[in-house]
């Protein structure tokens, strides 16, 4: 049974680092394209990023490049999520989801998410 | 960036009767969309994907249609677990999310 369970998350303020971390079971999680999604009551489902199956292909998306950093480590079954300069417009709940063996289309499987609140 | 537009908003429909969501895109996707559903509380659940692909597991009662730039998820006859919010999701280029419809009971 696919499962995906995210931490890290928690109450920071502006201009601080983070370290999100989803560790992944049930499935062989080297084969496997992940991305990192948040979600807002304001602007709703927002992908981030994604790493493929061999650590060498990354994407991000402008709203979070240059301040985020995704990676992950096969021995561990887990993938990251380091975010700096964190901004008020972070604050999300932040799921990792797997995609595909080959590509990254849809998403699959998500985990239950973890909320990252920025305030000072 | 491809903008993805949910109508409507919000949906009231019976349980028993039918559902019928919309998702547009700002630019032909061909068939490159997925749908999810979300319960409160709960992460996305992948529903359809390649537009008219169900994902393993999901109730033929879901089904999904279309192609370019319009889509449709219909819900043949409601069962009471299926009020629920639904995105759909566009991955022709990079990926983007509608707003959602919020499907409740009439």
């Known amino acids: 049974q696919v499962h995906l369970m995210e931490s890290g998350g928690g109450f920071i303020k502006p201009g601080e680092s983070l370290r999100l971390s989803c560790i992944a079971s049930g499935f062989t999680f080297s084969d496997h394209y992940m991305a990192w999604i948040r979600q807002t009551p304001g602007k709703g489902l927002e992908w981030l990023s994604y790493?493929?199956?061999?650590?060498?292909?990354?994407y991000y998306a402008d709203s979070v490049r240059g301040r985020v950093t995704i990676s992950r480590d096969d021995a561990k079954n887990s993938l990251y999520l380091q975010m700096n300069s964190l901004r008020a417009e972070d604050t999300a709940v932040y799921y990792c989801?797997?995609?595909?063996?080959?590509?990254?289309?849809?998403?699959?499987?998500w985990g239950q998410g973890t909320l990252v609140t920025v305030s000072s | 960036e491809i903008v993805m537009t949910q109508s409507p908003g919000t949906l009231s429909v019976s349980p028993g009767e039918r559902a019928t969501l919309s998702c547009r895109a700002s630019q032909t996707i061909s068939s490159n969309l997925a749908w999810y559903q979300q319960k409160p509380g709960q992460a996305p659940r992948l529903l359809i994907y390649d537009a008219s692909t169900r994902a393993p597991g999901i109730p033929a009662r879901f089904s999904g249609s279309g192609s370019g730039t319009g889509f449709t998820l219909t819900i043949s006859s409601l069962q009471s677990e299926d009020f629920a919010v639904y995105y759909c999701?566009?991955?022709?280029?990079?990926?983007?999310f509608g707003q959602g419809t919020k499907l409740q009971v009439k």
């Open positions: 989801a797997r995609g595909g063996k080959s590509s990254l289309k849809d998403f699959d499987y």
């Open positions: 790493i493929n199956t061999n650590g060498r292909s990354i």
């Open positions: 999701q566009q991955y022709d280029y990079y990926y983007t």
